[in-house]
């Protein structure tokens, strides 16, 4: 496995952000998904090595990040984009990429801006490389955080809410980048976009309150709602949760009463089932 | 058409870029205006020699221009490299020596034109924590927006962090002491100079165990009772004395020390 978590504890002050994580990731895309707070950016910091973990294990590219040595040789092929990637507002898209090529250790320098114009390519922003990062789009802005995890053809790329901010067209094209990367490295990425998910992730880990919740594949995930959403011409207050559709009928997901008339769930409708589970269990 | 043609060694010396400067010269000029010649010179050019020159010329041409500041470090003979991550530097790129110079400036005012004409303790008091405010505000999860991408990357943290603290402190001496050479007073221009490199390298060490912000805090207050007390015992002029400058040395030889030796501690958050 390229990524092993295993009882994974962290702590600001009183708040316990992950409270025993565990789960594995190998190659292909493993989207984790969580609501806010459910501690995906303090796991994701702490597989891009930026943060050490108060207990727990964490294997990372065969390598333990708590070892110096380790450590380093992981960030040598690690690829990382933050959840909010901080810009030097006065760079353009080209030297902000280029500034963290430095980091990456590209020493030559021909070399290493013949890969900040390949990485700038692959997002489709060549065009704007000599642009002021301030002057860019946020969607933009995101792309050029997207070129950098990309610098040097990483084998664990770590995306936290990479689609944020990208409009559908972007977000497709992100998608058909991601699942090529995918096919040959280990991409991790955290969102709270099921759909995101049911596109582009081969595994999905659902994480709530500090804990991997589950893990499968999508079409699992799916799965667990089979039998849970059914349609009405009224709301059913029984439900846990009901909204009213484009034609006027009502959609409900829950148990399902007798005789109801059964739709076919989405991924939307499995992740909802079991966060509504692991609430329930909670109140237990 | 021109009957002369260049001396086949010359073509050679020429393709293999060794020719000195006037044969080039003469070979450049020339054999635009011959095809004999552009004919001899061309297969004796090497292909990959010539692709290297090529791509050079792309991507130097490709290449955004260079901001003011990496210009300015590169003239002084930094490297691109070392100039495009000072360029980062939180502080470098805002109005860091705009507020440098006004606080310098105020304290040389205070010093020359206030109540107390001539008395040098606000000088001594702003001058040596200049620099420990400018380190604090060039790295860390709060000054840097790409703390988290620094930290994740395979570069030293502490070579980034000393890089950029030097150039602060560097920045910081020049402006302060042009204002200091300026006092009425000898002392003044000299007694701020190691306090300010034992209190940077101290908060350096502090950051090891604090956060930078919250390191340079406790410098700050320190130094500043230190000054206190010693301008309420009316006894400022000790600063430029023998057992103060041994005592900042001490400091200076003591945070160095730590520092080294817990370097691992800036490499990742949370294990301090």
Redesign the interface.
């Known amino acids: 496995m390229t990524v092993s978590v295993d009882g994974l504890v962290k702590s600001y002050g009183r708040k316990r952000a992950l409270d025993g994580m565990t789960f594995h990731a190998g190659p292909g895309v493993t989207g984790l998904l969580g609501p806010n707070g459910a501690g995906k950016t303090t796991l994701l910091r702490i597989l891009a090595t930026v943060l050490a973990p108060d207990a727990g294990r964490v294997s990372l590219l065969g390598g333990d990040p708590a070892v110096a040595a380790d450590r380093l040789e992981i960030r040598r092929r690690l690829g990382y984009l933050p959840q909010e990637p901080g810009f030097h507002q006065g760079f353009t898209a080209f030297e902000f990429v280029d500034y963290v090529a430095i980091l990456k250790q590209f020493g030559d320098r021909r070399a290493r801006h013949d890969e900040v114009r390949r990485v700038l390519d692959l997002v489709g922003l060549r065009d704007v490389s000599g642009t002021k990062v301030r002057r860019l789009s946020g969607g933009m802005r995101r792309r050029v955080g997207v070129a950098q995890a990309l610098l040097g053809d990483p084998d664990l790329v770590i995306l936290d809410e990479p689609t944020a901010g990208l409009d559908p067209e972007q977000r497709l094209r992100f998608r058909e980048l991601l699942s090529s990367i995918g096919e040959r490295h280990t991409v991790l990425l955290s969102t709270h976009q099921t759909e995101d998910v049911a596109a582009l992730c081969t595994n999905v880990v659902v994480v709530d309150a500090g804990r991997a919740r589950w893990s499968g594949v999508p079409r699992e995930l799916t799965e667990l709602a089979r039998g849970r959403v059914w349609v009405a011409a009224e709301r059913d207050p029984r439900a846990q949760l009901a909204y009213r559709t484009g034609d006027g009928t009502f959609r409900h997901l829950g148990d399902a009463p007798a005789g109801a008339t059964l739709l076919d769930p989405t991924i939307e409708d499995g992740y909802l089932s079991l966060l509504s589970a692991s609430v329930a269990e909670v109140a237990a | 058409m021109t009957t002369w043609h260049v001396a086949a060694a010359d073509l050679r010396d020429y393709a293999a870029g060794t020719a000195g400067v006037a044969v080039a010269a003469s070979v450049e000029s020339h054999v635009p205006r011959c095809r004999d010649c552009a004919a001899a010179l061309s297969p004796a050019v090497d292909a990959g020699r010539l692709d290297a020159v090529w ?2 010329i792309g ?1 130097r041409i ?3 221009r260079r ?1 003011l500041l990496e210009r300015a470090l590169a003239a002084v003979g930094v490297r ?2 070392d100039a ?2 000072l ?2 530097t ?1 502080n470098l ?1 805002s109005g860091w020596f705009g507020s440098l110079t006004l606080v310098a400036a105020f304290a040389f005012l205070a010093t020359v034109l206030g109540a107390g004409r001539g008395d040098i303790t606000l000088l001594l008091l702003l001058a040596p924590v200049l620099p420990v405010i400018g380190v604090a505000a060039a790295f860390g999860p709060h000054a ?12 030293s943290v502490l070579r ?1 962090l000393l890089l950029r603290a030097a150039t602060v402190l560097g920045t910081c001496v020049t402006v302060t002491a042009a204002i200091a050479f300026a006092m009425p007073d000898a002392a003044a221009t000299t007694a701020w100079l190691l306090p300010a490199l034992a209190l940077t390298l101290a908060t350096l060490a502090l950051a090891t165990w604090l956060d930078i912000a919250v390191a340079a805090t406790a410098v700050a207050v320190g130094w500043a009772v230190v000054v206190g007390e010693l301008a309420r015992r009316d006894e400022m002029t000790d600063l430029n004395g023998g057992a103060a400058r041994l005592g900042c040395v001490l400091l200076a030889v003591l945070a160095a020390a730590v520092l080294v030796q817990r370097r ?1 501690h800036f ?5 301090r």
């Open positions: 791509a050079e991507d490709d290449l955004p901001s691109d490299t495009r991550l360029a980062a939180p790129r840097d927006p790409t703390y988290d991408l620094t930290v994740a990357a395979p570069y980034l691992r490499d990742q958050e949370g294990s």
